[in-house]
């Protein structure tokens, strides 16, 4: 357990509903990143916080994602009218002063039907 | 028809012999790399990393082995145990000090050890 906790582990959705997910980083952690993983891939990048400021967006996300962590700890990561394709691993992850060493939660898995 | 991408590279060790998982990166100006293991149904977790101005870096059983000429990067894993299977991932952050939130993954290698 690295301290990083997601929540829904699981969510299977239709076609054309929102989602969210919910990330709880380590507590001391001022850092907080979104990724996502498909079957056979490495982690992309979707987006990362220092506190409640979003620095870095990735093209992959779409205006169908917003990411919010508004206190500066947990985050939030919301799909509108999803799609199939936004089927994957979403993973949360968390650093502090240490650049690269980011502890990962063990995500939430989204399948749309 | 096939899916690239489902199809991880793999390696297979006995256990107590050594591993040697390689990985190469595309862009000279990327400055910082990491290695990360993921075991199934988990997030992946830091091993160790390395700086662009090092050729090598250890740490407990494991090497990582910088070579910027060819942009290869190894991970070398001393008397592999059954517990070190798992897919291992290579990263590469391109603004070390600056921008710190994008890591770039390599596919990963998946390793098994044989008892």
């Known amino acids: 357990d690295t301290g990083v906790s997601q929540n829904p582990r699981h969510k299977i959705t239709k076609r054309g509903q929102n989602v969210t997910f919910r990330c709880d980083p380590i507590?001391?952690?001022?850092?907080l990143y979104w990724y996502r993983q498909t079957l056979g891939q490495g982690p992309e990048f979707l987006t990362y916080?220092?506190?409640?400021?979003?620095?870095?967006k990735s093209r992959l996300l779409s205006d169908r994602f917003s990411a919010e962590r508004p206190k500066g700890s947990f985050s939030t990561l919301e799909i509108q009218r999803t799609e199939q394709g936004d089927s994957a691993m979403y993973l949360c992850a968390s650093s502090g002063t240490r650049v690269g060493e980011l502890f990962f939660g063990e995500g939430s898995r989204l399948t749309v039907l | 028809g096939e899916s690239v991408g489902l199809h991880l590279p793999t390696l297979s060790v006995q256990e107590g012999d050594n591993s040697i998982i390689n990985c190469a990166y595309s862009?000279?100006?990327?400055?910082?790399f990491i290695w990360y293991k993921q075991e199934s149904g988990k997030g992946p977790q830091f091993i160790i990393d390395i700086r662009s101005n090092m050729d090598k870096r250890q740490g407990q059983r494991v090497t990582v082995l910088l070579n910027k000429t060819v942009k290869h990067l190894s991970l070398q894993i001393a008397a592999t145990q059954p517990g070190d299977s798992a897919v291992y991932f290579c990263?590469?952050?391109?603004?070390?000090?600056?921008?710190?939130?994008?890591?770039?993954f390599g596919k990963g290698t998946k390793l098994s050890v044989k008892p």
């Open positions: 990263a590469e952050n391109r603004s070390y000090g600056g921008s710190q939130g994008n890591l770039i």
């Open positions: 916080f220092q506190n409640e400021a979003q620095l870095e």
């Open positions: 862009n000279s100006a990327s400055d910082y």
């Open positions: 507590s001391e952690h001022n850092r």
